[in-house]
């Protein structure tokens, strides 16, 4: 039964409206009721009229809401001013051609049609509707749209959507157009802004920052090829804080075609520090927090790439060590040492200038790359200023701590430069630095260019020589003077030149040493003597011989010198007390507190330990009183004195008799004749070696030796 209301309150303006009409009245069917609606409906009277009716009312004027009725206003959570001028497609999606809903064509039709659509609801709500479109004048587009709810059944999908949506962790957007429809509770806890804060506007007005405005356009393009869009950028909260963002975007379908976008954001910032926090560890030294030395090549290489563009704006670097750093390990132990350098790089950075870089290297070493000066005397005058800064004591632990630094420097100069060049230059003008007593700088000339020169070379035929596995271990015999029985030997390291010929390493020691290959090489020649003494102990049940191994400077004071000696020891399975470790005396002169120490980690492991070359330098004789060593293998200008006369005679005389007091053995080196083989044997020096008895030997013919037990003739006295 069709019900018929009369409104008789617009009767009085029909003649106004008879003009924009075929008619005065126009019937609209409202719950099942027909209502003669005159056709000048916009009026206030009318619209409190349209307020009291049970449905959903919406008066369109060229293409955008006018008015919507309280019914409306209310299921769509609108205040009074939310409805005014909305384009209606933003309200009834589906409701004209091209949108997600099927439905007829209604633009210029003055006739009633019946349609189909989705309603989007201020809080992103999507709720479908049917109702009618009656179009009053298709040339202004004016037309009143009565619509109601779809039936219970159809309804819990989209409460259920909204419910899933607003518990999700990731922020949700979504935009139809450039208006924002929706936005969930983690929208709110991610930017700040409230649902009713942005609804209905553009997005890229709250939280896209104006650097990041290129991204819209790109995002569109990606959708349109892929389907959706996904990129890690930057989004700015309402109190204006940058926030790093995982963004993904992707169409909004409504009955298989596109009404919107879906927008989620995903709050990475924790990630993007723990990453930065990773990448910054990875370039800085973690102690002190400078730089490291892949950050400080990088820098150098940067700064000679710009003074490409600007040959007057020169650099240069500057390489650092502590003359004294083991004496602050050694009295206040590895804390305090860490304390030291902590504060000694806070003392550069409050030194240099803001655009200089300081480094940390390694250990006690240090690298200061000076950018924009003119000529070394700029850098030099640098050199100076950190000189005097670190002059003035340190305060560790309630001490203070005089400290010296040398300071080797260097220019970026005409032809290739690179950072490799320019810190090997300056670590050679540290070198000599050191050598000139320390506490200066010494800045690197062309003599010391011709010295890097030969030291390149050399250190070409290292590396040659490393990457060809031409070195070998040869081992030099040594022999109790009183019987002449075989002892043990001394590992000697040669390398095999490609035409055969088997050279010293002693040429290559230097270069060995300043690139710092001196330290792999050393480590896999201990790693063959152990693996020797195993094979030796198979083929010489009972065997008591030993071998000795020569370590560098670098090597003997290596921080984990001692830790791969516990672990080859550990592999290989060799007996300790079989293996003797010889250290040069001059690197026991250099820092005796150190060497102390060291020695000492290398006696605990069961390991003796020989000073070698002693009495090359006078060592004070408190050496063989402090130092917990085994065996001291006497130099061999020392050797010599036993067939001489005078202070050279005497004082090998009190080398063996102080030998003998302490309990330690002694081997005379470079022994030559018989008469030098008596004359010691006499003074009580037990042991010998030398071209009298026999040179360096490969290891098939030692092992000879060994299995004979091949003796030499014993002195005659």
């Not at 020569?550 to 020891?569: I, P, S, V």
């Amino acid at each position: 039964m069709t019900k018929t209301m009369e409104l008789s309150a617009f009767a009085g303006h029909t003649s106004h409206t008879a003009n924009r009409g075929s008619g005065h009245m126009m019937a609209v069917a409202v719950n099942g009721m027909k209502v003669n609606l005159p056709q000048n409906w916009d009026s206030p009277v009318q619209q409190d009229i349209l307020d009291g009716l049970p449905a959903l009312i919406f008066l369109e004027r060229a293409g955008r809401i006018v008015f919507a009725n309280s019914e409306a206003r209310h299921l769509l959570g609108w205040g009074d001013e939310k409805w005014s001028s909305r384009p209606v497609e933003e309200v009834l999606w589906g409701l004209f051609p091209g949108t997600a809903e099927p439905q007829t064509a209604l633009i210029g039709s003055r006739t009633s049609s019946p349609f189909h659509a989705t309603l989007a609801t201020r809080g992103g709500r999507l709720m479908p509707v049917e109702g009618t479109y009656h179009a009053v004048s298709g040339e202004m587009r004016d037309a009143v749209i009565v619509a109601q709810p779809v039936g219970r059944e159809r309804t819990p999908r989209p409460r259920l959507m909204e419910d899933v949506l607003a518990s999700i962790p990731e922020a949700v957007v979504i935009v139809r157009g450039a208006r924002i429809l929706y936005t969930n509770a983690a929208f709110t806890r991610m930017f700040g802004y409230t649902a009713d804060e942005v609804s209905g506007g553009d997005l890229r007005d709250f939280i896209v920052p104006e650097t990041r405005l290129h991204e819209h356009a790109m995002l569109a393009t990606v959708i349109e090829d892929y389907g959706h869009a996904a990129l890690e950028t930057v989004r700015m909260s309402k109190d204006g804080q940058l926030l790093d963002v995982a963004m993904h975007a992707a169409p909004l379908l409504v009955g298989g075609e596109r009404a919107g976008y879906v927008l989620t954001y995903r709050d990475i910032s924790e990630r993007r520090q723990a990453e930065a926090k990773v990448q910054h560890d990875a370039m800085h030294d973690i102690l002190t927090g400078l730089p490291n030395g892949v950050l400080f090549h990088d820098r150098v290489n940067l700064a000679l790439t710009r003074r490409e563009r600007r040959p007057d704006q020169g650099c240069g670097v500057l390489y650092m060590d502590l003359d004294n750093f083991e004496n602050v390990n050694q009295k206040l132990g590895h804390a305090a040492g860490d304390m030291l350098l902590v504060s000694l790089a806070d003392r550069l950075r409050a030194t240099l200038r803001p655009q200089d870089t300081a480094a940390r290297l390694g250990g006690d070493e240090f690298a200061i790359l000076v950018e924009s000066v003119a000529n070394i005397f700029d850098l030099e005058v640098v050199a100076k200023r950190v000189l005097t800064e670190m002059e003035k004591p340190f305060e560790i632990l309630g001490y203070t701590f005089p400290v010296s630094v040398s300071i080797g420097v260097t220019m970026a100069g005409t032809g290739e430069v690179t950072a490799e060049s320019m810190l090997r230059d300056a670590d050679v003008a540290l070198y000599y630095a050191r050598q000139a007593g320390g506490q200066r700088y010494e800045v690197f000339d062309r003599h010391m260019g011709e010295q890097t020169r030969i030291l390149y070379e050399r250190e070409r035929d290292l590396r040659r020589a490393l990457s060809n596995r031409e070195f070998e271990l040869w081992y030099e015999p040594f022999y109790r003077i009183a019987t002449g029985e075989l002892e043990g030997f001394e590992s000697i390291l040669r390398f095999r030149r490609a035409d055969g010929s088997i050279d010293s390493f002693n040429d290559l020691l230097s270069a060995a040493e300043a690139t710092g290959l001196s330290i792999g090489i050393g480590r896999e020649a201990l790693e063959t003597v152990c693996r020797q003494l195993q094979d030796w102990s198979a083929a010489l049940p009972g065997h008591t011989l030993s071998i000795s191994v020569n370590l560098t400077h670098r090597q003997f004071y290596h921080e984990e010198m001692a830790a791969h000696l516990r672990k080859t020891l550990a592999e290989t399975g060799a007996d300790p007390s079989r293996l003797v470790l010889e250290i040069p005396e001059a690197a026991v002169n250099e820092r005796p507190d150190a060497a102390l120490a060291i020695i000492q980690r290398i006696v605990d492991c069961g390991v003796r330990v020989a000073l070698d070359d002693f009495g090359a330098s006078l060592a004070a004789f408190n050496h063989l009183v402090r130092l917990p060593i085994g065996m001291v293998k006497m130099d061999a200008q020392l050797s010599n004195a036993a067939v001489k006369t005078g202070s050279q005679f005497a004082l090998l005389e009190s080398v063996v008799r102080l030998g003998k007091a302490m309990g330690v053995q002694l081997m005379a080196q470079g022994v030559e004749s018989n008469e030098q083989i008596r004359a010691l044997s006499r003074m009580g020096c037990e042991l010998a070696q030398g071209a009298v008895y026999s040179k360096a030997v490969g290891a098939e013919i030692a092992l000879d030796l060994a299995m004979q037990r091949v003796r030499a003739m014993p002195p005659t006295v």
